[in-house]
């Protein structure tokens, strides 16, 4: 199932991060303050400059879980989707096993000196 809504093309990554020495700190500075005029960024949470490249790592990583996320998300839908599907196709059959039955009952009470009891 395609799907022309996905903020991400399938098949193919946006970002690639080389895992590095890159470390967890204690603080993601998830939110940050862009100061343009000084060229720096810092952090909103616990105001320490942030190292623009560890920053933009940071987001790449995310950006990552979100893509993955988004996909699993997709592929959950699609089977979602065709157990649906399968679970209408045996209601559209019941309904119309019940309406055959039900004929079968209407034609049987019809007829007089029958005896009107349907069995499935
Ligand atoms: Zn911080």
Redesign the pocket.
Known sequence: MGDAQAPFEPNKRMFRLVPSEYTQ?E????PITVNRAKRRIT??????V?EPFDWIAALVERHEVMENEWKRLVQQREVAGAELEELRRRERNAKARVRKWENKARVLERRPGVDSEVRP
């Open positions: 700190r603080c993601r500075h998830s952090c909103r949470s616990c105001g320490s942030v």
